[in-house]
């Protein structure tokens, strides 16, 4: 195809095309999905978690760094690359014929001990996210500040979610559906919790490290898993991994980009 696009290369043979290829250290690659940031603000949202970082790191006892997501896993075992034994044998992927049942975590990781936090549930709403808080708070009992930086989904901004919170500092505010309320309902308990949220800049999912436990947990728990017939063990296997950093752990720090190696 390139030598039919390129007849200017003139060149004739398959090898010599190869050969030219090489010589520019142009190869034959898989894509990746790729999206930039269009956040307009995005420098100015970096340095910002940069320099709450910092404080963070100077004084761990009054301040605490938390980076925050959710994650969605599912019943049915993922597909990856694994070792197999040479020949036209493949990893496989043993599926079971039940429903594809999903299920969410939310949980924080701490930028400076590797702590993480985290709660397991079929769905993730307003009324989880809001108890999430409180496990927070208890975890980090003493601390003057727990600074948690997060991404944009509207969720994260409802007024029933902010409700348990001291007032908010956020010079970016998110966009929000504008059929949503303003105020939090009736029900919902406001408090004076002292946790300020960072919104990273939209579709930066690179600036938040918590991406990369993710990753881990899919490579070692979740993907080519056998456990398609047993979902109670799988949600118990995903839960014994997580608790191993439920009490920090630079292990997960170097892992993630926080700590050199």
Not at 8 to 20: A, C, F, N, P, R
Not at 36 to 43: F, I, K, L, N, V
Not at 106 to 115: E, H, K, R, S, Y
Not at 223 to 249: C, E, I, M, T, Y
Request: charged share 20%.
């Amino acid at each position: 195809m390139l030598m039919q696009s390129c007849e200017w290369l003139d060149v004739t043979t398959e090898g010599g095309m190869s050969q030219i290829l090489k010589r520019l250290h142009i190869s034959y690659k898989r894509g990746r999905d790729y999206v930039h940031s269009p956040d307009p603000d995005y420098e100015q949202k970096r340095k910002l978690i940069k320099q709450v970082q910092e404080r963070c790191q100077a004084d761990p006892e009054r301040f605490v760094f938390l980076y925050q997501d959710e994650l969605t896993y599912y019943r049915q075992p993922t597909l990856a690359c694994a070792y197999e034994a040479a020949g036209h044998q493949q990893p496989l992927a043993q599926r079971s014929h039940r429903s594809n049942t999903a299920h969410r975590i939310v949980a924080a990781m701490n930028g400076v001990t590797g702590q993480v936090t985290y709660r397991q549930r079929s769905h993730t709403d307003t009324k989880c996210l809001s108890a999430f808080w409180y496990d927070l708070r208890q975890a980090y009992a003493d601390a003057e500040i727990i600074y948690v930086v997060l991404d944009n989904w509207p969720v994260h901004f409802h007024p029933d979610v902010l409700a348990p919170f001291q007032a908010q500092d956020l010079p970016w505010p998110p966009k929000l559906p504008a059929n949503w309320p303003k105020e939090p309902c009736a029900k919902v308990t406001q408090d004076n919790l002292p946790i300020q949220l960072l919104c990273l800049p939209t579709y930066a999912s690179w600036l938040n490290p918590i991406e990369k436990l993710w990753r881990w947990l899919k490579q070692d728990i979740l993907h080519l898993h056998r456990l398609s017939d047993d979902w109670p063990v799988l949600n118990q296997q995903v839960a014994q991994f997580l608790n191993k950093f439920g009490q920090g752990s630079p292990e997960l720090l170097r892992y993630t980009g926080l700590l050199p190696p």
